[in-house]
């Protein structure tokens, strides 16, 4: 496409290079015709007589005056310029060798006019299509980008206000707690436990965590972490990058009330009352301990 818009636009400039006259004194064509045989001028001046020798009806002659005094004749089928006017005229020139081996230099006026004429026009007809040419791909380019902003932003709209039919499929029942709840629950009936983590930071989809044992369990635990393949009712999940994939777990021992938690991250450790937990560390809960895991911070408290 490149290729052919600068092929078109070479064209036209050498086109309309051959319609640009040159401005020349009539005593330069004088001195060396052949120079400027077939080649088209432009000189000023005036008409200053009419050619005896002209016989043809058809076409008239007369002779040019420059503006410097120098003559040459005119060859036109055109009117004849006014005397005392100063004009610019252009044409062509001819040398023509008669038979007395003299030669005749004349501007041949109409020849000009209509190469002039009719070549302007195919030269500035040429130079219009390349504009729009090279427009072409530009617009194409700025429509398809305009397109493909429109669908990426329906896209976005239609996935963030219709789920998905696997989303439908794999939701499972959900455990009412205040605000919006953190676990998951199977379809059997469980056991809310007493104790529960306040969110005080860095998230934002639940304000709290409530803890339950299923009646087919005999352990008691739970992981926090980000997107790991486990149970979800088991699972507090937590997104944040700055999480851990399996950050920490923590257990209830029934006989004793009491919630021990265990650090796994050592990217961010776990950290109670600002204290980092080693790998494997336990550490057992009181009430308003404060944890925090990665952005996250929670408070632990028994009270409802």
């Not at 400039?13 to 051959?18: A, E, F, K, L, S």
């Not at 380019?141 to 219709?162: L, Q, V, W, Y």
């Not at 938690?261 to 009430?287: A, C, W």
Request: net charge neutral; with cysteine.
């Amino acid at each position: 496409m490149k290729k052919s818009i600068l092929f078109f636009m070479l064209a036209a400039i050498v086109m309309m290079g051959d319609l640009f006259t040159a401005d020349i004194q009539v005593k330069d064509i004088n001195c060396d015709p052949y120079r400027y045989s077939q080649k088209v001028v432009s000189i000023k001046g005036k008409f200053s007589r009419l050619d005896g020798a002209n016989t043809n009806t058809s076409q008239k002659s007369y002779y040019f005056q420059d503006i410097y005094g120098d003559e040459i004749k005119v060859v036109t089928q055109g009117p004849i310029p006014d005397m005392e006017r100063y004009v610019e005229l252009t044409g062509m020139i001819m040398v023509n060798v008669t038979a007395k081996d003299t030669q005749e230099v004349y501007i041949w006026e109409r020849a000009n006019k209509n190469k002039n004429k009719n070549g302007l026009l195919i030269a500035l007809l040429i130079l219009v299509l390349c504009g729009i040419v090279g427009t072409i791909p530009f617009v194409i380019f700025k429509i398809r980008k305009e397109n493909n902003k429109i669908k990426d932003s329906i896209g976005s709209s239609a996935t963030d206000s219709h789920p998905t039919e696997t989303d439908d499929q794999n939701e499972q029942p959900q455990i009412p707690v205040r605000n919006k709840p953190a676990i998951l629950t199977p379809d059997e009936t469980v056991e809310f436990l007493p104790g529960k983590f306040i969110v005080l930071k860095g998230i934002d989809f639940f304000k709290e965590v409530r803890f339950y044992r299923p009646p087919t369990r005999e352990d008691i635990e739970f992981f926090f972490g980000r997107c790991f393949d486990i149970e979800d009712y088991t699972h507090i999940d937590l997104k944040l990058k700055s999480v851990s994939k399996i950050q920490a777990k923590m257990c209830y021992n029934k006989d004793n009330d009491k919630y021990e938690l265990i650090n796994y991250s050592t990217v961010n450790p776990t950290k109670v009352n600002k204290i980092k937990m080693n790998k494997e560390d336990k550490r057992v809960l009181k009430e308003g301990d404060k944890i925090e895991m990665g952005e996250v911070s929670f408070l632990f408290t028994k009270e409802e």
